[in-house]
């Protein structure tokens, strides 16, 4: 009697849904359920966050851990894993991707012309089973190719067992911190990559620095480089890096073979996607290579299977960190080393150096102003649009990308007045291809509907002083700025209109 009486008091307070509150509060903020999957050791969460009633970001959750994901800003590094690689040995064939994710990277790797075979190796069969969930804009699932074969195994295991060579391997495992992914970045682990490349092979490794101490990152770059001594650093303008790995010499790139990357439709169209929309840009992204690496490192020990703590239980120092990666993206700094590296031979076009060197400028600049320090929106904004004609710099300035813009034109496009969530994106759009007026006609279209702000009202100022109209800018002004309370950007603002386009300011 006691035995059953005990028996269902337990059944009487047993927690259920204990688990679903528990995955319910790892996926707070960060979307809605697509599907979730128990397997042996992890449970894994597919999120969908949807824009404008659409699919936009996707987020693989592993034991509550946001292990990867499909934004436009990952979508940039993890995609650039197969295009750095194919500007520097574009006859690859044979391609090995280690771990999975969300798939971004192998179907970057599937737009090479030359790709024949690719093995995907991760060891949760649960990240290939989640491949088919995804959907909407730039997604297909790549293990549908035939060129693919997926293998679940452990990385490091295959590269132990397999005997065969590629041209391109890459690898973004878990963060270096995440228990179990350190012998993911050991000098022995690199070493063992090499191995498997053939002569002039090329390898690629995702690098992030923002959950590192700057000597922990050090550690892992100088294990890197003991594994190759043809080694570089590249980076976007964010702290999500990339080393990259050549066995042997490898072949100097210039400009012109760079360029091919934007001959071919399916990799223009992709590149210009994430915001990569010239050669220069790609240039651009160099941070430095092995000399550079030698320097920085010359007195830390390198992170081996031996020493695996020297990835310490410490926090991240987040301010050393943006200093240590604001030195290597300042943009004369960044060309010296650009032009003094055997990387290149001196082999890129002179005629380029001036677009070449905006481009490393820009990256500063979005560098500081996302990451470092709070930055005045409208003076970069009038950089990027008075100086150069890229889209991407405008677009992440304002908020958007294209990604976003996409869903937006095609929201707009089923109305005949667009709603008007879908404004600041259209507006965004518009600057981006330089269309000064339509970007007027759009904020007008907000002013005339009662949907504008003071912040519009000042870009509208600054678009018609930009168009010519500056009779216009003044009436504005004073019509709706009249009483603004002046403070920094005010007064910048009506200084820089009256030196650029002779605007006479409010008194």
Known sequence: MALCAAIILLIAIFPYGRDAAHFGHARRFLGRLVTKIEGPSDAYQLLRYDLFGEPYDYQLLTS????????????????????????????????????????????????????????????????????????????????????????????????????????????????PKVAGSVNLYTEEFFSLIKTRLKEGGIATFWFPIDPLKVDEAKAILRAFHNAFANASVWANADEQWIMMGIKGRGVPINEEEVGRLWHDLSTNADLNRIGIEAPQQLGAMFVMDGEEIDRVTHDVAPLTDIYPKRLTDE??????????????????????????????????????????????????????????????????????????????????????????????????????????????????????????????????????????????????????????EVEKAERLVANDLGSVKRNWFVDWLWEKLQTDFGFRPPP
């Not at 946001?66 to 500007?87: D, I, K, N, V």
């Not at 032009?339 to 820009?362: H, I, V």
């Not at 008007?420 to 507006?427: E, F, S, T």
Request: glycine content about 6%; hydrophobic content about 40%.
């Open 315 to 468: 926090p991240w120092d987040e301010q050393e960190s943006h200093r240590f990666a604001l030195t290597h993206m300042e943009a004369s700094l960044a060309v010296s080393r650009f032009r003094g590296s055997p990387l290149f031979s001196g082999s890129w076009q002179k005629t380029s150096d001036e677009s070449l060197e905006l481009c490393f400028s820009f990256r500063e600049s979005r560098y500081r102003c996302a990451v470092v320090e709070r930055c005045n929106p409208l003076a970069e904004l009038d950089i990027y649009l008075r100086h150069c004609t890229l889209r991407a710099p405008v677009l992440s300035v304002l908020g958007s990308d294209e990604f976003r813009l996409a869903i937006a034109e095609r929201v707009a496009g089923k109305t005949e007045t667009p709603p008007a969530k879908v404004m600041p994106d259209l507006l965004a759009g518009a600057l981006a291809r330089r269309d000064i007026s339509g970007a007027i006609r759009l904020l007008e279209s907000e002013k005339d509907r009662g949907m504008s702000s003071v912040n519009d009202t000042f870009l509208l100022t600054y678009l018609y002083c930009l168009n010519g």
């Open 64 to 175: 509550a851990f946001s292990m990867s994901g499909t934004s436009p800003q990952s979508q940039r590094y993890m995609r650039m894993f197969a295009y750095l690689p194919f500007a520097f040995r574009p006859q690859s064939e044979d391609v090995l991707l280690i771990c999975y994710g969300c798939g971004v990277t192998a179907d970057a790797f599937l737009h090479g012309v030359h790709v024949k075979r690719m093995d995907v190796v991760d060891i949760s069969k649960e990240v290939f089973a989640l491949a088919e969930f995804y959907s909407g804009i730039n997604y297909s699932n790549p293990l549908r190719d035939p060129r693919v074969t997926a293998i679940v195994q452990d990385g490091r295991f295959f590269l132990q067992s397999s005997p065969r060579q590629y041209d391109i391997i890459s690898g973004e495992p878990p963060p």
